[in-house]
């Protein structure tokens, strides 16, 4: 089963562009092979909701490390359960970078989701390759902080995406191989903390310039379970060529 899922950031701006990508995107014909969730703005869930249908699965972009209190402009986990979500993105490297989000932050993040009865996506990437051949230990850092006390159990329910910080947004992505060669680098620590059995079922994303043109190239590796895109999935008629190129 491949998975893919739009990540549409801050690139919409209304809820009548958000309903309008979201029509689009439900009337692709997607394979039964392909589980796609969608993203969008807080602000546009419960408009994106309606229009998805039950082909397309919603999620959110971002949550809270805590059920409830005096946290303003928080968003927690009952509240996005209460507009039909199932999916969220944890430790984005733009919301390390711009919201100043901590490991620790991170790690409370995901053991908040997976209370909550979410899937989570935990994202992970190096802001720059020095040796080409090598995966940066960094990437290994941070997946191991997201991972450290999370059950075996638990494990089910986590995909990690690899996203190489270079890569986003900048329309440059990475190679297929080299992705690849994060992936198999990303289980061989989670085989370290949890076994190989674990490592093996863990799904493991490709996010970071993904577009019509190459995302195939990724999704047909066989160590690749699919792809995080950004900006390109909103892109209504970009993103319904994406899904219909799978």
């Known amino acids: 089963?491949?998975?893919?899922?739009?990540?549409?950031?801050?690139?919409?701006?209304?809820?009548?562009?958000?309903?309008?990508?979201?029509?689009?995107?439900?009337?692709?014909?997607?394979?039964?092979?392909?589980?796609v969730?969608?993203?969008?703005?807080?602000?546009f869930l419960a408009a994106v909701k309606k229009k998805i249908g039950r082909t397309v699965r919603l999620g959110a972009q971002d949550v809270f490390w805590k059920e409830s209190g005096p946290y303003t402009g928080a968003i927690t986990p009952d509240m996005l359960k209460g507009?039909?979500?199932g999916?969220?993105?944890?430790?984005h490297s733009e919301r390390r970078q711009h919201f100043s989000e901590s490991d620790d932050i991170i790690r409370k993040k995901v053991d908040m989701a997976l209370a909550g009865g979410f899937d989570v996506i935990i994202?992970?990437?190096?802001?720059?390759?020095?040796?080409?051949?090598?995966?940066?230990?960094?990437?290994?850092?941070?997946t191991r902080a997201a991972l450290t006390g999370i059950s075996k159990g638990a494990l089910a329910r986590i995909t990690?995406?690899?996203?190489?910080?270079?890569?986003?947004?900048?329309g440059v992505s990475d190679t297929p191989n080299d992705a690849l060669s994060a992936a198999i680098y990303i289980r061989k620590v989670v085989s370290e903390m949890f076994g190989a059995a674990q490592a093996t079922m863990l799904k493991v994303l490709y996010g970071g310039s993904v577009d019509s043109r190459n995302i195939r190239d990724f999704v047909l590796q066989e160590g690749i379970d699919g792809v995080l895109v950004g900006r390109a999935s909103t892109d209504k008629e970009e993103f319904a060529k994406m899904l219909a190129s799978l």
Do not use: H
Request: glycine residues 6%; aromatic residues 6%; hydrophobic residues 45%.
């Open 83 to 85: 507009v039909g979500v």
């Open 160 to 170: 990690i995406a690899y996203e190489p910080i270079w890569a986003i947004g900048t």
């Open 37 to 43: 969730v969608v993203c969008p703005p807080f602000v």
């Open 123 to 142: 994202c992970v990437g190096e802001r720059e390759r020095e040796d080409k051949k090598a995966v940066p230990e960094s990437v290994g850092e941070q």
């Open 87 to 91: 999916t969220v993105i944890v430790g």
């Open 1 to 35: 089963m491949k998975l893919i899922v739009a990540n549409w950031k801050a690139y919409v701006a209304t809820a009548k562009e958000a309903e309008r990508i979201a029509k689009k995107i439900a009337q692709v014909k997607i394979k039964k092979s392909t589980t």
